[in-house]
């Protein structure tokens, strides 16, 4: 909300360059120990990077003051207000997770035999054994076992407790007739325990208790995601690791050889492993364990698993046993990568999500099934008649004349006609290409788009070209010769050799036509497969696809809408849902109705699924957003909350973004101080100022595009890569353009690379709107133990610069970027839980998508709730301000944009989620900004008579408060930086960002050699000079001073320094000048 305040409202708050700030009433409350701030050596370096820019000044009319009580920071400062609450929702699971992985006893020995009595069985030392209700134990770890072709319910699971094995056994297993029923109860929900497995949230999904919509006390640790953080692989290093497994493994029967592989083997190799249970027990435990009995699970008959009851559960017990070593060998190593105890925290609350559904989903799936089936049998139809016209066009006309059908084989086989030949067989008679289509299996013509005689019975042309498919090449587009010079890629070439993979007879013979790949979305020298793919629905709605058959529209457009649900479709139906019906599964408060039953998905979620400990799920982590095109892309708008609850949540706007951004800002201690910093707070996407709308105007491309673009630059992708995205979403470009338009972005943006040249011995970016960015993410990347600014998280050891030197450097900085985004979203967590209890919310963690957040509340609770999410993110923002030492935040990003109050799960709260598979608009639901909300609290207060929406503090937070010890401080890792002005040689390494030239650079360089710094060669620079020169004159003739012992030049103020120049000298040097 824009105000028309004027500025001299004694709310109103700017920084040196203009920016606004937190209204004062938050600033004091947020910030009680204030640091000295920028030097004006600082301002005057941003006043002229800006200006550069041309951005100086160019800010936002000014937005409305914020006046808003905050619950008082715990501790004396943001930094230990968020220590203190991550050591809060730590207790008891730090201390029980830390006393579960080294206990006094070695694990009790297996049971002799395991009971086949339903439910659960404790197996004692003296070799007893007894039912008992539940493992009563503060830490167990936990397997289950399911009959997946059967039923996702389970059938058998083990628990280790520091004492004793469990078992537990449905009793449906040994009722034939009986289908599946039972979750598994682990009992006392309120009791705080600690459950331990490797993808631990498969097992959390058939736990009983997890299903009430009041959170059970249990906190689960996964081994998979402790490994991720320890010795996780980034996607770059994965298949290496693969290959040199494999190499390794073939060298195992010769010992030397095998030493001699190993030493000349990437150090970072023995350091990480792919993610599996087997894959981490033999790389931090060195054992080999045997899955083989998992096959036993994979059948349709119970009678199976009884028969083999002993050894199923063995297996069972010894992934149990082998997930207890691993805990043990990886969670001191996480402890020691993740210190601050808001990260053991968030990760706990990440693995509590939890979506509620309604009888919608059911009736999704069949109205999605059932359009898709329409629309494809529409698709077979249309198929059929144009063979049938193929079929025609041979009767009447020479096939060979036409540009798509005279590439089919026309030619037929006799058949013998017998006793045996059925007259109805369609084969008879037919040419090749339709014979090739007969599944012999199902007796029927199998037609699908992929099938590769489709394109040329549908006549399609690539910019008005017919299409024409090479063994070697994949598909293309034919053009004739005198047409060929306006194609802007380079043609292929044939091979006249029969053996080489690029032979075509027909080509090779076809001297009127030159041949062009149909491009590819991963470059100009990779074939095209299918054109009907889907990575080539954008160039079929562009226009760029096309076919002079009208029905081929038609069936592209069905197919189109097919796409979405034919890839998302089975993971839909595999979606466990339990459903409250009858009474069977108690989901607390829930209560269903006639017409609303009540169903609840517990996501497959890994809380840190990547070497960046970012979260992994297979379906809702990656749902589409509705769309009138696809069917089944209104998934997501099937999450819906029970009667009397909302969805309440927020987009974090720009996180890593503004995160990047703000580490650049740092060297300048000022907000907005860089090009890149200051217009992420300053541009607005609504007026086309923001960096995305920016970068798809230079690039000729839409902001959804630019905005990969720019995250993918972010995160260290090449020019290369740059030019791939634009070929890919510009097919209009030839690549000599678009490399011509990256290079010339990444010159503006990114800047050029220095050479390495003392003092600041590396290479680094100058003279770029980002540079400074980026050398601030390079100088996490390359130190020593690279950790996240901002919680102390330390990168995984496989990309630890210990192990990959400079290798992989671009998954570093991309470490950096999106690591820093999960310390952000688990300090968001941690604050809503706190603000939820202390403000009295009913109500639990939901989702976490990146940079989304959204939590299930009562309707009665949504206005407190909007108002506990606003603080949280203004508290979250400070932190990271405060943890790179600026002591301010701009108004502009310290509340969320809005905060969005919904009846179902969807990217915004306006979208109707209206799709071919479903006509009916859902109902909108509404968003609250900051200012909204606080006008909405204001009567939600007086409708209640009450004076404060908090409440009084939470008391175990108030007991921490009070007991905030120095042994507390020590768990927060690396400490703040201290507050104090920029040395001079920051301030150097900053100004020598600003340059232009490597001739620049080294002049500087020298100067800085010789004693002279960076603010006064700054001052020189702005003042008086001789016409025509440049930046590189004013520095060599500071040079050549300083060498000739002159200190005037440095010394006097720009004014004394006027006077006649001499002239260079033939050689290039400046003569001093004249007294």
Known sequence: MRSSLPLNDPEYRENQIGIQMLSKNLYEQLFPQRGPGASPDQVNFSRKLLKDFDLLGKTQAPLGEVKLELPKLLGSNIEDHFTILGLEQCHPYLDMATSFCSPKVAPPAYPKTWSQTPGWTRYNADGSAESVPYPDADAIVFDTEVLYKLSPLPVMAVALSETHWYSWTTADLFSRDKPFRDLIPLGQPDRPKVIIGHHVAFDRARIKEEYQVESTQYAFIDTLSLHCAVGGLSSQQRSTWM????????????????????????????????????????????????????????????????????????????????????????????RLKAPHPVSFAGMLHMGKSYLTTTKE???????????????????????????????????????????????????????????????????????????DLYNTKTKTIQLSLSKRVVPYLLRLQWKGYPLYHS???????????????????????????????????????????????????????????????????????????TSNCPEALEILKLNAKCSYWISARRRVIDQFVVWQDGGEIDLGEIKSSNDQAVGVILPLAIAMGTVTRRAVEPMWMTAANASEKRIGSELKAM????????????????????????????????????????????????????????????????????????????????????????????????KAEATEKAEALYKQTKGLTSKMIQPWNSKFFFGGSESHMFNALGSIAKSDEPRTPVLGCAIPDTLNPANVGNEYYRSRVNWAVQSSGVDYLHLLLVSIHYLFRRMGISGRFLLSIHDEVRFLVKE?????????????????????????????????????????????????????????????????????????????????????????????????????????????????????????????????????????SQREIGLLASLVGLGRHSPAIFEALEGPRQPGWDTESVLQDLLERSRAGSMRVLKHSAASRRGTFQGRKANGTLSPPAN
Not at 310 to 321: H, K, N, S
Not at 388 to 413: C, G, M, N, S, Y
Not at 418 to 435: A, H, I, Q, S, V
């Open 471 to 545: 063994a070697g090449f994949g598909w293309l587009y034919r053009v004739p010769v005198r047409e060929a010079g306006s194609i802007k890629t380079p043609p292929v070439t044939f091979s006249a050799s029969a053996d080489d993979k690029t032979y075509d007879p027909k080509a090779v013979e076809d001297s009127a036509h030159v041949y062009f790949r149909v491009p590819h979305k991963d470059g100009e020298n990779v074939n095209c497969g299918n054109p009907l793919g889907k990575s080539y629905l954008p160039a079929f709605e562009e226009g760029t696809l």
């Open 361 to 435: 989903w059911k009736n999704y799936v069949i109205s999605s099934e059932k359009k898709c089936r329409e629309y494809r049998e529409r698709v077979s139809e249309i198929l059929m008649s144009r063979i049938q016209d193929a079929f025609h066009k041979e009767e009447i006309a020479d096939v060979q004349d036409d540009p798509w059908l005279k590439h089919l084989d026309w030619t037929r086989k006799e058949h013998r006609i017998t006793k045996r030949t059925d007259p109805n067989d369609p084969r008879l008679g037919r040419p090749k290409w339709f014979r």
């Open 639 to 734: 999450i819906r909350p029970p009667s009397g609850y909302k969805f309440i949540g927020a987009d974090v706007d720009s996180q890593e973004l503004w995160i990047s951004s703000l580490l650049g800002d740092a060297q300048f201690g000022i907000h907005g101080a860089t090009p890149i910093g200051f217009m992420t707070l300053q541009g607005a996407k609504a007026l086309k100022t923001d960096l995305h709308s920016t970068t798809g105007a230079i690039l000729g491309i839409s902001r959804d595009h630019a905005k990969v673009f720019n995250y993918s630059r972010i995160y260290g992708a090449s020019v290369h890569y740059a030019v791939q995205l634009l070929l890919q979403h510009n097919p209009g470009i030839t």
């Open 243 to 334: 290959m040199s497994k494999k190499a390794e493994l073939s060298f195992k029967e010769d010992p030397i050889q095998h030493e001699m592989f190993k030493l000349h083997q990437e150090k970072w190799i023995a350091h990480g492993s792919l993610n599996s249970l087997k894959a981490t027990a033999e790389l931090y435990l060195g054992k080999n364990i045997d899955k083989s009995t998992r096959d036993m699970f994979d059948t349709l008959n119970k009678e199976d698993i009884i028969q083999s009851f002993q050894e199923c559960m063995r297996y069972c017990a010894d992934d149990v046993l082998t997930t207890y070593e691993l805990y043990r060998k990886l969670f001191p190593k996480f």
């Open 860 to 996: 009665e609770d949504e206005v407190p709730a909007s108002l506990a999410l606003h603080i949280s993110n203004l508290w979250v923002r400070a932190l990271f301000a405060s943890r790179v030492g600026i002591h301010d935040l701009p108004l502009s990003v310290s509340f969320f944009s809005c905060v969005d109050i919904d009846h179902c799960l969807r990217k915004e709260v306006y979208m109707n989620c209206v799709t071919p598979s479903n006509s009916a608009p859902i109902d909108v639901g509404f968003s609250l900004s900051i200012y909204q909300t606080l006008a909405q609290v204001e009567a939600w207060k007086q409708s209640r008579s009450i004076g404060s929406i908090y409440g009084d503090e939470v008391p175990t937070v108030a007991r921490l408060e009070q007991a905030f010890l120095e042994e507390a401080k020590q768990l927060t890792g690396p400490a703040a930086p201290p507050a104090k002005r920029a040395a001079v040689q920051d301030l150097d390494w900053t100004f020598a960002q600003m340059l232009k």
